[in-house]
């Protein structure tokens, strides 16, 4: 099991090609040169005085007043990685406790890695560069080495965001743990504004209750809050209603309303969507997906991301050097093949190649993903 350590006042480290300082549970930051990081560096190892110029930075942004404290005392100091990836979802465990009919995930079997491969997982992805991890599932939350997972991650000097549907995050085991280790990010979606419709949703009877319970803890213990209203053909009826529930709660709403078919290229989410939000979307002109950032299955298996899955790399087996294919894997995944590859809409295309390849292998309407609709 992990021991827990003293939580570090502010992160330094590399982040790509930058130098950045970072406190825990805020998603804002300060960049510095160089220079000024291997400043901190060797302060922090010699337990040498913060310099004028971090205490006034850390005031300036954060409001925080380092005191006289020691730059030993303050800063957890991340090395420089040969590997540039600086972002990853790792996937804790695919179970869920409700059913939604939408999920993307499928078949959601509750199964994961014992905790001593999962701890070498999360130091792996440290070593790669991993300075924003995202926790998600399934639901991350009910799996039972969740709390070491998340505390380990955060004291690796990962800044965490949790994906979760909030029905655990009453107990006061989670209020504490995530108070005493703020993520910079809590994200969860809107099913329903009503019991019965979103009950009816997720497939459980009491999924509301837990909700709101959840919803309502998180903002009393003032985690910063991201919600996303799903909207499909069972909710459709309560859109407006679910987005000022969303809005009465948290600062950053998003909607999402069109379904994609499973990662394993199963149709039944197809069959939620509600035709009236069938809506345009922005051309797709390229992502980080497989160079600067990453997707971890629950069994350490590092793919381009959520979507591209193929050729995965054994992180556990290959280690932090296995991701130097990742690359590669990437863009060839994104390259346009089969009917795609000489069509004269490309350059407006709003789908990316592996998510057309999902659609294609679900026996999806053309109209889903496709401007030749």
């Known amino acids: 099991m992990h021991t827990p350590t003293r939580p570090h006042d502010l992160i330094v480290s590399p982040f790509l090609d930058e130098y950045l ?8 930051g300060v960049k510095v040169q160089g220079h000024h990081y291997m400043e ?8 040498g005085p913060l310099p004028d110029w971090l205490r006034s930075a850390a005031r300036r942004r954060w409001g925080l007043d380092l005191g006289d404290r020691t730059a030993g005392d303050v800063l957890l100091i991340r090395d420089p990685s040969p590997y540039g990836h600086g972002r990853a979802s790792y996937e804790v465990n695919n179970g869920c406790n409700w059913a939604c009919d939408h999920c993307v995930y499928g078949s959601k079997r509750h199964e994961g890695l014992s905790w ?10 440290r070593d790669a560069g991993v300075l924003w991890i995202e926790l998600g599932g399934g639901e991350a939350t009910i799996d039972k080495h969740f709390p070491e997972t998340y505390a380990y991650s955060y004291d690796l000097g990962m800044q965490v965001e949790l994906l979760t549907n909030l029905s655990t995050m009453f107990r006061p085991h989670m209020v504490e743990l995530l108070v005493s280790r703020r993520p910079y990010r809590v994200t969860s979606s809107v ?5 019965a419709t979103f009950d009816g949703f997720t497939g459980r009877r009491g999924a509301f209750k837990k909700f709101m319970r959840g919803l309502a803890a998180a903002r009393e213990a003032e985690l910063p ?37 499973t990662f ?13 939000y069938l809506h ?15 997707n971890v299955s629950p069994f350490g298996l590092a793919t381009v991301c959520k979507v591209s899955r193929d050729h995965p790399i054994p992180l556990l087996k290959e280690g932090v050097a296995g991701l130097a294919r990742l690359g590669g ?3 060839r995944a994104l390259q346009r093949q089969d009917g795609c590859s000489g069509c004269a809409l490309q350059k407006s295309c709003t789908t990316c190649m592996p998510l057309v390849k999902l659609y294609r292998k679900a026996g999806s309407p053309l109209d889903r993903y496709c401007q030749h609709a």
Request: proline share 7%; aromatic share 4%; net charge positive.
């Open 116 to 125: 001593a491969p999962r701890a070498r997982l999360l130091r792996t992805l």
């Open 191 to 195: 099913y329903g504004a009503t019991e």
């Open 40 to 47: 901190l560096r060797q302060l922090a190892t010699s337990r």
């Open 21 to 28: 300082v970072l406190r825990p549970g805020d998603s804002s």
């Open 280 to 294: 345009s979307r922005t051309p797709f002109t390229g992502c980080d997906a497989g160079h600067t950032s990453l």
């Open 329 to 331: 894997i990437s863009d």
């Open 225 to 261: 809050l991201s919600l996303s209203v799903v909207i499909t053909e069972k909710n459709a009826h309560e859109a407006a209603a679910m987005r000022a529930l969303a809005e009465r709660f948290a600062p950053r709403v998003r909607e999402y309303t069109h379904m994609s078919p």
């Open 264 to 276: 394993s290229g199963g149709d039944e989410p197809l069959a939620q969507q509600a035709p009236e």
